[in-house]
Each structure stands twice: as structure tokens, then as C-alpha cells.
T-cell receptor, first 112, second 112 residues
């Protein structure tokens, strides 16, 4: 089945630093999404991308939909302690509202 | 405006038992998707309900079944529980004209 690859499993950065994480797939996706999950909570949608090459920002977050439609990246600028959490990429290959395929997630730690 | 709600928050069951989890979608949403998230993994799609019918299904055995009610709320039933069914079960809702899924906080199921 389809799989999304996220690596490394964990990232450790200093407060104020920028961090970039990417997600790759062996299959084409029509939509790429980035979610953040805090302990004991459900994933929260950060950014959605709908077109190859699209670059979208949400505050300090910027994400891009790869031209090949097989990858996406998320950049967090000027990190703060509340950025700590697990970041998941998700892709959708068919129509709106259809199932999402998730990566395994990257755990981000921010040192003050 | 309440978001997606799920009950119960936590549940402990014994191998072989049956369990029912509940989800109320966000106001205005009519589609409910269920995901299973094992520890350290990304969510895996179980199935999706729309207009009280199962519209899509992931790679899960028939022990996993569901239902959607006229008020759009949904139940996930798991029969003959196995130790491997221990996970966080997430419900996500979406609706006509809404491209994205919004997740609830999840139900933590432990099978002993």
C-alpha cells in the first residue's frame, strides 16, 4: 500500500532556530497536509496544499507541495517552546474527503 | 462551536471482548472517518461513513465495523479484541464543500 516516509524520527533544536522536515512518497498525491499532535490529543491541521509547486504559509510555518507530487516539506522559523510535538505529513490521492495516508511522524524537541 | 468529540476518553478491555467507541462530528459536518493510531505510528485509516453508509474502507478485518446515525454521529465497534488492537482511536469529521478532516481527541483503548 501507499506509504509516506518521514525522517529522522526525532529532531532536537535550540529555541529561535529554524527547522525543516520533509516527507516523501513512492506514489503521487493530489493533496498534502501537515498536522501537529500533542500528547493525549488528536492531530491538528497546520497547513493544506492542493497544487504541485504550491507554497503556503501559516504564521511561522511554511510548506511546499513538491513538483513531482511525491514529496512535501514543512519549515518552522524562529522556533518557540510550544512548537514541541509530533509533526505528521499526510497525503490524499483521490477526491476531497477521501482517506488520508499518514507518515510515522517526527518528534520535535525545542531546547530553551 | 464544539469540535469533534469522542467518548469514552480511555477504555480497558480484556482479550476476546467487544468494544464500542463513539464520535460526534463538528457542527455542519456530515462525514466521519475513523483511524487507528498505534504507539509511535501515524494514524491508519479504518473506514469512512457518509449518509449512514460505509463509503471507504482501509485494510482492517471484519472485526472492525461501524455505524452512522441520522444526526451524523458515528460508532466504531471492534469484536473479539486482540492485544494488538490496543491503540488510540481517532475520529475525524468533514463535510460537503470542506476539503479537510478535523480530528477529535481520540479514545485510548487498552486490551489486556
Amino acid at each position: 500500500g501507499q506509504q509516506l516516509n518521514q525522517s529522522p524520527q526525532s529532531m532536537f533544536i535550540q529555541e529561535g532556530e529554524d527547522v525543516s522536515m520533509n516527507c516523501t512518497s513512492s506514489s503521487i498525491f493530489n493533496t498534502w497536509l501537515w498536522y501537529k499532535q500533542d500528547p493525549g490529543e488528536g492531530p491538528v491541521l497546520l497547513i493544506a496544499l492542493y497544487k504541485a509547486g504550491e507554497l503556503t504559509s501559516n504564521g511561522r510555518l511554511t510548506a511546499q507541495f513538491g513538483i513531482t507530487r511525491k514529496d512535501s516539506f514543512l519549515n518552522i522559523s524562529a522556533s518557540i517552546p510550544s512548537d514541541v510535538g509530533i509533526y505528521f505529513c499526510a497525503g490524499r490521492s483521490t477526491g476531497a474527503n477521501s482517506k488520508l495516508t499518514f507518515g510515522k511522524g517526527i518528534t520535535l524537541s525545542v531546547r530553551p | 462551536d464544539a469540535g469533534v468529540t469522542q467518548s469514552p476518553t480511555h477504555l480497558i478491555k480484556t482479550r476476546g471482548q467487544q468494544v464500542t467507541l463513539r464520535c460526534s462530528p463538528k457542527s455542519g459536518h456530515d462525514t466521519v472517518s475513523w483511524y487507528q493510531q498505534a504507539l509511535g505510528q501515524g494514524p491508519q485509516f479504518i473506514f469512512q461513513y457518509y449518509e449512514e453508509e460505509e463509503r471507504q474502507r482501509g485494510n482492517f478485518p471484519d472485526r472492525f465495523s461501524g455505524h452512522q446515525f441520522p444526526n451524523y454521529s458515528s460508532e466504531l465497534n471492534v469484536n473479539a479484541l486482540l492485544l494488538g488492537d490496543s491503540a488510540l482511536y481517532l475520529c475525524a469529521s468533514s463535510g460537503v464543500g470542506l476539503r479537510e478532516q478535523y480530528f477529535g481527541p481520540g479514545t485510548r483503548l487498552t486490551v489486556t
